[in-house]
């Protein structure tokens, strides 16, 4: 990004986090967040208890400097902080949840690291720094090397340096690192852990501003459906084919190894327990930083459940033709408002029905009335002719995800791979589109599927209405 003026200056108006700097509430903003989000590594945290939190720390405040310091209410200034003009905050419900929740937001966080960089530092480490840099270049070096014969010189070299390594310690010459090196090395470590943390929140970020633009098209949308579905798996495949969606899953492959969890584990015990590191003070979370990746990782994975559970709702045509008028409405009121959005009007634009209360006193109901009694007739009743579809009564259907993934598993008791194909035909579709979007869903949260975009695979299934129904999609192979 080129920093000219036109650019920094758009920067300063916009960006929610030179906003923070420059505000005159910068100190309390961000001291209170790093200490309630960041020291503890809270994703997500209630509205009651961040303004508990808040009030707590703006009565210290105000006994220390008088009554009129801070004079709003906390949960006002959490509003105020989590508004479009600031951003500091994301305000959103949970499914399932009527309280609202906040979190961070990614230019938040990158503003308090940038605050706490500031800070001086008693010892500034370069040389763990500078292998690092030519230990990266080494593996760049070696990873896009094509010669078969220079990759094996390097191969030799090395073997020849591990075995030097390997007589030197049989002699008993055993080289130690110094503290002043221990020290540089944790430190750097210290560093680069909280820096994985934030980027957790930023992938998230990535993730949820994808499952907006679906929304937005979705109510938006006057073509076939057919067409959007491919419009938005399109995009879907485009992020996670991207270079941070498959570094994302490389690392969440790597951390989700229980070897490599028993390994850090032991390394991080062994490694705080060192006295040079010892004498840094570390910080004690630092010892489940692994968990803690873990735990943040997880909260980008719900977001992509969540943008599949979202799919496979507009995916039911039963429910689409049902509320085809309530969705019509709602489609009406979301254009508008995204309409509105960029240069929303002065004044009153909009009306909505009385909210207040109707109140009625016992003292004003009026007397109880007699109902008229309504003469029965003793009629024979006969049976009617008329020819009724009965076909609405039954076409309610709710998509079984656990028989689904039993289907999955019975499959590979008998062998180690089979393809989506091979299981349909073992199994066909009886909910039509939406368990076949069911299946793709399991082969996402699982993760023990992959798909071939070389081969495609043609999928049939019978509508409700008996018409046959066929699909072109990538090869998708579930294993073991």
Known sequence: MPLDLPTLETMRRQHPAWRLLAADSAPLVASFLHRVFIVPNVRTMSQADLAEALEDMLFTLREQRGGEAYPKAAVDYLNDWAANDKGWLRKFYPPGSDEPHF?????????????????ERAFVGTESRLLTLFELLRQMNEGSEIDPAARLRELARRRDEIDAEIERVKQGDIALMSDTALKERFQQFAGLARELLADFREVEHNFRALDRRVRERIALWDGRKGELLQDILGERDLIADSDQGRSFRAFWDFLMSQARQEELTELLERVLQLAPVAELVPDARLARVHYDWLEAGEHAQRTVAL??????????????????????????????????????????FMSTADTATSLELPMERPLHTPAIKIALASLRVEAGDEDLDADALYSQFVVDKAALALHIRQALQQRTQITLAELLAQHPLQKGLAELVAYLQLAVEQGAAVSDDVDEDIVTWRSLAGAPKRARLPRVIFSR
């Open 307 to 348: 943008l599949s559970q979202q799919l496979r709702r507009f995916l039911d045509d039963q429910a689409w033709l049902e509320n085809r008028r309530i969705m019509e409405m709602l489609r009406g009121i979301e254009a508008a408002a995204l309409a509105l959005r960029a240069a929303p009007p002065t004044g009153e």
């Open 103 to 119: 979190d961070l937001t990614p230019a938040t966080e990158k503003a308090i690291f940038w605050l706490a960089g500031l800070a």
